[in-house]
């Protein structure tokens, strides 16, 4: 069972609530997506690029609110949790505000879309309801894609593919192999980040009834599908480096090797439990530094 939490003071606890250390899985892919589209046109709109961020920014918060509420209310969130505390089920905030501020988050994203709408059309319109729809049904709805084995490719098609492409298309008005593919990497990144929670969280999971895909393939095979996360990216660099025409600059976010090795190593070595709170926050640390080297790469 975890150790008492004291209770943090109200703007503490919405703090809390809407996970700041997991946001910059947001921020990362239109980083790179912006950087991409600038490195094929030479120019960037900066207008679009910031409502795109805060829309982005806004539907992880929604998503991450409805989440901490609809787990509460599945009986998920245990006492016995190893992940950080969660604000509903420790009983710092009602349900019913988290549940309020979730679809306020959802609706300010709505509104800086149709900014976005205006100046993309129609595909903005599918990507943006699409991200939208993916936020409420992660933990939402009669299926949520939390309680399945398809976590990891739903970040990988919104927070990879969704993310880079839409920012890539905002600036463009097109799409291109190179941006998919960048897209697909920056994914995989955040979806190690989902790989790390499923892990930790293993057998509280599976005992209320959660098939995420480490409950189902279990620990061992999970450890492979967390090294082909961190890897694969890399791996995939030279290809990136022949669609984008970028050549020897793309070796630069192998600096990112060396840390990523560590971390596998701590994930195979250290039991799940809490010690994995910090591995998930140095995962996500790890996908930001490695989409700022990408970013870097495509520009210079």
Same mark, same amino acid.
């Given at each position: ?55 982005? +920014? ?11 509420? =609809? ?29 309020r501020a979730a679809w306020l988050a959802f609706a300010l994203a709505f509104n800086f =879309? ?6 993309? =059309? ?70 190690a980040v989902i790989t790390v929670n499923n892990y930790r969280d293993l057998e509280t ?30 791996? +995939?660099?030279?290809?990136l480096a022949t669609l984008a025409g970028r050549g020897p600059w793309l070796a630069l976010? +192998? ?7 560590? +971390? ?37």
């Amino acid at each position: 069972m975890a150790e008492p939490v004291a209770p943090p003071s109200p703007l503490g606890a919405w703090w809390l609530a809407i996970r700041p250390k997991t946001l910059t899985v947001s921020v990362a892919p239109l980083i790179v997506g912006h950087a991409v589209a600038w490195s094929q046109t030479g120019w960037l709109l900066w207008q679009p690029a910031l409502v795109a961020l805060l829309a982005a +920014l806004l539907i992880q918060i929604g998503t991450n609110l409805h989440n901490d509420v =609809g787990d509460f209310e599945r009986g998920t969130d245990t006492p016995d949790r190893l992940g950080p505390p969660r604000v509903t089920a420790m009983g710092w905030l009602p349900a019913t505000a988290v549940r309020r501020a979730a679809w306020l988050a959802f609706a300010l994203a709505f509104n800086f =879309g149709i900014f976005l709408v205006y100046h993309g =059309g129609w595909p903005i319109v599918a990507i943006g309801l699409a991200s939208l729809l993916a936020g409420w049904a992660y933990t939402g709805g009669p299926w949520p894609l939390a309680y399945t084995p398809l976590g990891e490719l739903f970040v990988v098609l919104f927070f990879g593919l969704a993310a880079v492409g839409g920012s890539y298309y905002l600036q463009t008005l097109s799409i291109s192999p190179a941006a998919l593919l960048a897209g697909a990497m920056l994914g995989l990144f955040a979806a190690a980040v989902i790989t790390v929670n499923n892990y930790r969280d293993l057998e509280t999971d599976a005992r209320a009834g959660k098939r995420t895909l480490a409950v189902v393939v279990g620990r061992r095979a999970t450890q492979w599908v967390y090294a082909l996360e961190l890897l694969l990216p890399l791996l +995939l660099l030279p290809l990136l480096a022949t669609l984008a025409g970028r050549g020897p600059w793309l070796a630069l976010p +192998l600096l990112v090797l060396l840390p990523a090795l560590r +971390l596998l190593q701590r994930f195979r070595r250290e039991p799940a439990g809490p010690l994995f709170n910090e591995l998930l926050a140095s995962t996500a640390r790890l996908q930001l530094v490695y989409a700022l080297l990408l970013a870097l790469a495509m520009v210079v």
